[in-house]
Structures are given as structure tokens and as C-alpha cells.
């Protein structure tokens, strides 16, 4: 099996050691980059293509929402794992939001990210088990749009259309001529940004929610 590409970036040289330190126990995973700032994340990640960016996101000159939005929209195919110290509704609103698939914070960070990287690399969404009930609370307090279904890109949609008109990811792939893992990031953003768990989930949702055509 191959191994998880990993971008490991934080602007403490300390944490970067530490991080691939803790990764490289794991045979699977390769550390193949580090970044300190936003901006070298965002060249790194264009020039290495790593599987899993593990981003921090207080970061110098870009910070690591925008770095993180800046990768996603430049390779969907790049899984992003948000580690942080904070712990709000925010933060792991705006990070999920942004492109994140996971979000870990720094107290837990041990066999947890271990984890997290090997579901987010999964196409996956993960997210520490304490702050999962501020990421559900929040969900009451969030501002919904007129339709749901504007919190996603143009792609997503399409996307999604695709999926409630009943084809497979290999389907999707070969009519919008990207590559199936692609199309599996997609669809777990759009489940991310519609809060449902399933494709089922996200067939139902769309049906209630009268997903448009056009």
C-alpha cells in the first residue's frame, strides 16, 4: 500500500519536528515537505501535491484559513487537516468551511492525529471528539443562506447533481473529466458544507431541499 504524502506546516521549527517525528513511527505515512508560513504552504503544496497538508492556522503573512482555501481551490484532490490550539465554534467553522476535511487540536495531538490523517486521507471528514459538540451547537447559530444549497461552488453542485441523478464516482469522474479520488473530495465537502453523513443522507437532502436543476 502506498504511503500518506504529508505536508506538515506550523510556523514553530519545534512543533514541525515534533509533528514528523510522531507521523514517521506510522510506516504508512511520509513526511514529504514542511512550511512555515502560509504562503510556503501554498507553494509547497503546488509543487509537492502531498496527499495531507496538516496546517496550523495561525500562521505568518497568510494565514491558515486562507492558505487553506487557496489549496483546496487550486487541487481539490489535496486533503487538509486543520490543527489548532482554539477550540470555538469559529474556528472550526471557518476552517471546515474554507476546504478543511479535519479538524485536531494541538492538546490531543498523540494517536488522535494518527488517526485523523489516515480518515482525512480517506476523503473523510474527522473531527476531535471535543470540539464535535461545538461544531453540532454551532450548527444551530449558523446564519442559513435562502438555499442550502448556495453554500456550495459551482463544481459542488454539479457535483451533486450527478450523484441525486444516481451515478457512481467513477461516472462523475470520466463526464467531468477529473479523476475519481477527486470526485470522492468533493462529495465529502459537499456532505461537510450540508451537514449529512451519508450519501443517502445527501440524496434525501437534496430531494427535500429541491436541489435546482440549472
Same mark, same amino acid.
Given at each position: 500500500?502506498?504511503?500518506?504524502?504529508?505536508?506538515?506546516?506550523?510556523?514553530? !521549527? $519545534?512543533?514541525?519536528?515534533?509533528?514528523?517525528?510522531?507521523?514517521?513511527?506510522?510506516?504508512?505515512?511520509?513526511?514529504? !515537505?514542511?512550511?512555515?508560513?502560509?504562503?510556503?504552504?501554498?507553494? #509547497?503544496?503546488?509543487?509537492?501535491?502531498?496527499?495531507?497538508?496538516?496546517?496550523?492556522?495561525?500562521?505568518?503573512?497568510?494565514?491558515?484559513?486562507?492558505?487553506?482555501?487557496?489549496?483546496?481551490?487550486?487541487?481539490?484532490? $489535496?486533503?487538509?487537516?486543520?490543527?489548532?490550539?482554539?477550540?470555538?465554534?469559529?474556528?472550526?467553522? @471557518?476552517?471546515?468551511?474554507?476546504?478543511?476535511?479535519?479538524?485536531?487540536?494541538?492538546?490531543?495531538?498523540?494517536?488522535?492525529?494518527?488517526?485523523?490523517?489516515?480518515?482525512?486521507?480517506? !476523503?473523510?471528514?474527522?473531527?476531535?471528539?471535543?470540539?464535535? !459538540?461545538?461544531?453540532?451547537?454551532?450548527?444551530?447559530?449558523?446564519? $442559513?443562506?435562502?438555499?442550502?444549497?448556495?453554500?456550495?461552488? /459551482?463544481?459542488?453542485?454539479?457535483?451533486?447533481?450527478?450523484?441525486?441523478?444516481?451515478?457512481?464516482?467513477?461516472? /462523475?469522474?470520466?463526464?467531468?473529466?477529473?479523476?475519481?479520488?477527486? /470526485?470522492?473530495?468533493? @462529495?465529502? @465537502?459537499?456532505?461537510?458544507?450540508?451537514?449529512?453523513?451519508?450519501? #443517502?443522507?445527501?440524496?434525501?437532502?437534496?430531494?427535500?431541499?429541491?436541489?435546482?436543476?440549472?
Amino acid at each position: 500500500m502506498a504511503s500518506v504524502r504529508i505536508l506538515v506546516v506550523d510556523d514553530h !521549527g $519545534i512543533v514541525r519536528e515534533g509533528l514528523a517525528a510522531l507521523l514517521e513511527r506510522d510506516e504508512s505515512m511520509k513526511i514529504v !515537505g514542511f512550511a512555515a508560513t502560509g504562503e510556503e504552504a501554498v507553494v #509547497a503544496a503546488r509543487r509537492l501535491r502531498p496527499d495531507v497538508v496538516i496546517m496550523d492556522l495561525v500562521l505568518p503573512d497568510l494565514n491558515g484559513i486562507e492558505a487553506t482555501k487557496c489549496i483546496v481551490s487550486e487541487s481539490p484532490e $489535496i486533503r487538509v487537516l486543520a490543527l489548532s490550539a482554539c477550540h470555538s465554534t469559529d474556528h472550526v467553522y @471557518r476552517a471546515l468551511h474554507a476546504g478543511a476535511l479535519g479538524y485536531v487540536l494541538k492538546s490531543e495531538v498523540g494517536a488522535e492525529l494518527l488517526r485523523a490523517v489516515k480518515v482525512v486521507s480517506g !476523503g473523510h471528514q474527522y473531527i476531535s471528539s471535543s470540539v464535535a !459538540g461545538c461544531f453540532v451547537d454551532g450548527a444551530l447559530q449558523m446564519p $442559513i443562506p435562502d438555499s442550502p444549497f448556495e453554500r456550495l461552488s /459551482i463544481r459542488e453542485r454539479e457535483v451533486l447533481r450527478c450523484i441525486v441523478g444516481g451515478s457512481t464516482s467513477a461516472d /462523475i469522474a470520466q463526464r467531468l473529466s477529473l479523476s475519481r479520488k477527486t /470526485i470522492d473530495t468533493y @462529495r465529502s @465537502r459537499i456532505m461537510v458544507k450540508l451537514g449529512v453523513a451519508n450519501r #443517502a443522507a445527501l440524496i434525501h437532502f437534496a430531494m427535500k431541499y429541491e436541489l435546482p436543476v440549472v
